[in-house]
């Protein structure tokens, strides 16, 4: 049957020029760091071993995070509880915070004279020694799990809540309503999931050498810096950016083919319902999950709080200035992430190319940003007045850095919708605008404010391009909060880092309630 | 010079200028143009004799800064780097981006004889561990790697006190510099990508010790009147940092960049580096150093490769660094 040809023709096309775009925009700087090399050399064996360590501390630290994930969004999708949509937004912070702020709140629970060492201690037991590779895994698990939890928490939600109920009515067993419904849904959320977080581990560079415990723990990224700094040899740095990109293609393919796109059925969108969750075994389970989570993500929120709060109202008046500065640049980026990812999302549900536009999509989180901001900065220095285009370049290249984390949330939505509801409009001569507003908005609603959310909080917790590029006056809150502790003002730093997480926590609880409304969830 | 790692990337930047007046661009390290840092004081302190627009473009720290200087090659808007220091003054020279300065440093107060023709001191420090009072403190490296002192320090290849570090051992204890490194393995908690984290570490209490500078303690001291941070006096001699500025080849302002570099070592300038870049000026007068630097400890001895001598020992000094910590 020959579809309707000419409005999806359209939104096809702005989809391939959207992934052309942020194709252009990683492998574009990385040629030009390439060709600004003036000589080439190849990959020694220290760069190898840094190859070997990045893949295995990423595998392991997103197998963790999306096993851990599992028993937390199930329970949370599970259970209704006083306090749950706020601990569904407070679990997003980790994930936005700038590296050292929650190394060192991760620290005050784990570390020497952290609160599980004490209570160690308590029982005459010495201290826990967090570093080494399952420190480096702690932590990408502490940044992660909370991505996890809401990618696939958001496929559980989209199950429609006849199928349970169905489900009920046939006397289905909690393993029923596993192998029937859950584990297809996990088939299709899991492998997206599990690669957006392998991808942000292979950059991973301060926590891995920071809790790695020493150059052992080396990292392609920690690579790429020193053959900027310490050899100034580009070309070496821009061979470990395809090294970056090699990583992100070979992943990608691989999630492509493991990846089943999960047909839930359609129903009627009401609000969800479970009848399988009176269980003894499922409540205690459920249970465990939640505290357990909750606990290893509040804990070192709650030490950035107490150890911030003291000083919140006694910062420097240019602090304000940055956080104002920071707001309005994460707005913007929000907006333009938004822009950028519904039609790309449209096209891969699409399911037309798909490996190709999935891998285009995760590039810009796979690759260096050290080596795409050096880069733009070669390609844009001769035309545009570099602090000039500080905050637009910036802008962008965070909307991008955020597009394959929308495009997680949104895919599978779109993928159901389209399944659900495709037909039944193409019969009815529904199309172009008409189908996008009434048919695939209402469904992508709670994964695009969540995705708006996480564009805006992962811009305000960003300190990548903009050093490259800001001039001193335009500094944003987190490149404050490290000038502060370049100057021994590590009080002050910890006021201005609990100032970034609640702004952050704010804009994306703002966005995300915005994609909520009406739900009952 | 303490600048974020993570912040070391390679900054474009300086505002509009002004309408009339020549513009002095002068690149340095982004500590140095932070509220916090000496550029303000510097920057009004000179546009009120210069008849000129001083500003300043931050680029991470010593080591972004020369790649930034490279990467932007002859075309660099820059009249002067400021906040190399000697490990890196060897590469900056084969770049062939700086001129001499043509000026006969006078009053110079370093513990060693300037004679570089090409970058000027403005301040320097002296690395060392800096630990709690309540330290029983060894007196040097081989102690240190027998005690069970637990101590963070910076990665060579990402931070410039990491470097600096690894030279100081190199320095102290030439061949035998890679069996000191594997003796003190045990003692190294963790490495950091720059200094703010592993001062932050030293802080929170995750290490007894911190490679710092021997002038960290007067920042507690003077600004939070805390007096249980000190320096460990270590007998082998402490290495030196010594921070520099230079003047580019091809920049339009040279009468300007050369009136900056003697400003650079006059009290006005001088004055102002102890208690914002938390380091000894360059050109000034132990008497002139406000309170409380008078109850640093004084090593006996300065340590410090010329800048051939530091190019030349790095990379085998990094190799033996990897091999003993990688085990």
């Known amino acids: 049957m020959a579809e309707r040809a000419q409005p999806v023709n359209l939104a096809d096309g702005i989809g391939v020029a959207v992934a052309a775009l942020v194709l252009l925009a990683v492998m574009g700087p990385l040629g030009a760091v390439l060709w600004r090399a003036e000589s080439f050399s190849g990959l020694g064996p220290a760069d190898w071993a840094a190859v070997r360590f990045t893949i295995g501390q990423a595998l392991l630290s997103a197998a963790l995070s999306v096993g851990l994930a599992i028993p937390v969004a199930r329970a949370l999708a599970r259970r209704r509880f006083p306090g749950r949509g706020i601990l569904i937004s407070l679990m997003g912070a980790p994930f936005i915070l700038p590296v050292i702020v929650a190394v060192l709140g991760l620290l005050a629970v784990f570390g020497r004279r952290g609160a599980a060492s004490e209570i160690l201690g308590f029982f005459g037991l010495p201290p826990i020694e967090v570093y080494g590779l399952h420190g480096v895994v702690l932590a990408h698990v502490f940044f992660n799990l909370p991505l996890a939890v809401r990618l696939i928490l958001q496929g559980w939600l989209a199950i429609p809540v006849e199928r349970f109920r169905l489900g009920a009515t046939l006397g289905f067993t909690a393993s029923d309503v596993a192998r029937h419904m859950e584990r297809p849904m996990l088939r299709a959320v899991c492998p997206g999931a599990f690669l957006v977080i392998f991808l942000i581990c292979t950059t991973s560079f301060s926590v891995a050498l920071m809790l790695g415990g020493g150059p052992r723990a080396t990292t392609v990224e920690l690579a790429i810096y020193q053959a900027f700094r310490f050899d100034f040899d580009l070309a070496r740095a821009a061979l470990l950016g395809l090294v970056q990109v090699a990583i992100c293609v070979v992943a990608g393919l691989m999630v492509v083919w493991i990846a089943v796109p999960h047909a839930a059925g359609t129903g009627l969108d009401r609000p969800l319902e479970r009848w399988d969750r009176s269980g003894t075994v499922a409540r205690v389970s459920d249970w465990i999950a939640i505290c357990g989570a909750a606990l290893f993500l509040l804990l070192p929120l709650g030490a950035i709080f107490v150890r911030g709060v003291g000083g919140l109202f006694d910062m420097p008046g240019l602090i304000y200035a940055a956080a104002l500065r920071s707001v309005l640049l994460s707005l913007a980026t929000a907006t333009v992430a938004v822009a950028l990812s519904v039609p790309m999302a449209l096209l891969i549900a699409r399911g037309r190319a798909r490996g190709l536009f999935e891998t285009i999509g995760a590039l810009s989180i796979a690759v260096s940003p050290l080596v795409v901001g050096t880069g733009l900065f070669v390609i844009l220095r001769p035309f545009v007045s570099p602090s000039g285009s500080a905050l637009p370049v910036t802008g962008l290249v965070n909307a991008l850095a955020a597009l394959p984390f929308i495009l997680r949330a949104l895919v599978p939505a779109i993928e159901q919708a389209e399944r659900g509801y495709g037909k039944l409009a193409r019969s009815l001569d529904m199309s172009g605008w008409h189908y996008g507003r009434h048919v695939i908005l209402p469904r992508i609603r709670r994964p695009l404010g969540f995705g708006a959310g996480l564009a805006a909080a992962l811009s305000m917790g960003d300190l990548g391009v903009i050093t490259l590029f800001a001039a001193p006056q335009q500094g944003t809150l987190p490149l404050e909060m490290f000038r502060l502790m370049g100057a021994y003002r590590m009080e002050e730093a910890q006021a201005a880092a609990l100032l970034l997480l609640a702004l952050s926590l704010g804009l994306f609880w703002i966005f995300d309630r915005g994609g909520r409304i009406h739900a009952a969830t | ?327």
């Open chain 2, 1 to 327: 010079m303490k600048t974020p790692m993570i912040a070391s990337g390679l900054i474009l930047a300086a505002g509009a200028a002004l309408a009339d007046d020549p513009v002095l661009t002068v690149y340095t390290y982004d500590s140095f143009v932070s509220d916090w840092g000496p550029g303000p004081a510097i920057e009004a302190a000179f546009e009120e004799t210069c008849g000129c627009d001083l500003q300043f473009v931050a680029a991470g720290d010593g080591a972004a800064l020369l790649s930034r200087v490279r990467l932007e090659g002859p075309t660099t808007e820059a009249d002067i780097v400021l906040g190399l220091d000697t490990n890196l003054t060897a590469a900056a020279r084969e770049s062939g981006l700086f001129a001499a300065h043509g000026i006969a440093p006078q009053g110079l107060t370093l513990p060693i004889e300037w004679t570089d023709s090409d970058f000027l001191p403005f301040d320097w420090g002296y690395f060392a561990f800096v630990h709690g009072t309540d330290l029983d403190a060894p007196d040097n490296f081989p102690e240190l790697a027998a005690s069970d002192a637990r101590i963070v320090i910076q990665d060579p290849r990402s931070s410039t006190p990491g470097l600096g570090l690894l030279l100081w051992v190199k320095a102290a204890h030439g061949d035998a510099a890679e069996g000191i490194w594997s003796d003190l393995a045990d003692n190294i908690v963790t490495v950091t990508p720059g200094w703010s984290e592993a001062y932050g570490l030293y802080l929170e209490g995750e290490a007894d010790m911190v490679l710092s500078y021997t002038t960290s303690p007067a920042y507690h001291l003077i600004a939070e009147e805390d007096t249980s941070h000190t320096a460990a006096a270590f007998d082998e001699g402490h290495y030196m940092q010594v921070e520099v500025a230079g003047m580019i080849q091809g920049t339009d302002q040279p009468e300007l960049a050369q009136a900056f570099l003697e400003f650079m070592i006059s009290p006005a300038f001088q004055s102002v580096i102890p208690t914002t870049n938390w380091m000894y000026p360059a050109a000034l007068s132990a008497t002139d150093l406000p309170d409380g630097f008078d109850t640093l400890i004084a090593p006996e001895k300065a340590l410090l490769y010329d800048d051939e001598e530091a190019a030349a020992a790095r990379d085998e000094a990094l190799a033996e660094w990897l091999s003993a910590l990688s085990q």
